[in-house]
């Protein structure tokens, strides 16, 4: 994801849709966990949550930076908001185009 040819936002979207498809959908209860271990230094997944955290913080700050991504927008927020989208298409009835939706409905509003 340091492609520094391609839109700050749309790495952003990739790396947020990629890891949250591929991970937080998966695993039930792995969003709270996640949630859990970035604020407790003493939990076992708190340094993979924290390198996570970074990573999206550089692409994060990379949106910002080109003015593609509100400034007071944080990683925290967008990884939150990423894990409660996961958090709903985890929950039976949820139909197999919700996730693309809601994480576009969300990326337009994380733009500037």
């Known amino acids: ?16 849709l990629a890891w949250e498809d591929a991970e937080a959908r998966t695993y039930q209860g792995l969003p709270q966990s ?10 076992e ?35 939150a908001l990423t894990l409660g989208l996961a958090w709903t298409t985890q929950h039976h009835g949820s139909p197999p185009d919700l996730l693309p939706r809601l994480f576009d409905t969300a990326m337009h509003g994380m733009a500037v």
């Open 1 to 16: 994801m340091n492609d520094s040819s391609d839109d700050g936002d749309a790495a952003l979207g990739r790396w947020l």
């Open 34 to 43: 996640i949630l859990n271990a970035l604020d407790d230094d003493t939990s």
């Open 45 to 79: 997944l708190h340094t993979s949550c924290a390198t996570m955290r970074a990573a999206g913080a550089q692409l994060l700050q990379r949106a910002q930076d080109a003015g593609r991504i509100r400034p007071e927008l944080t990683i925290y927020e967008a990884i």
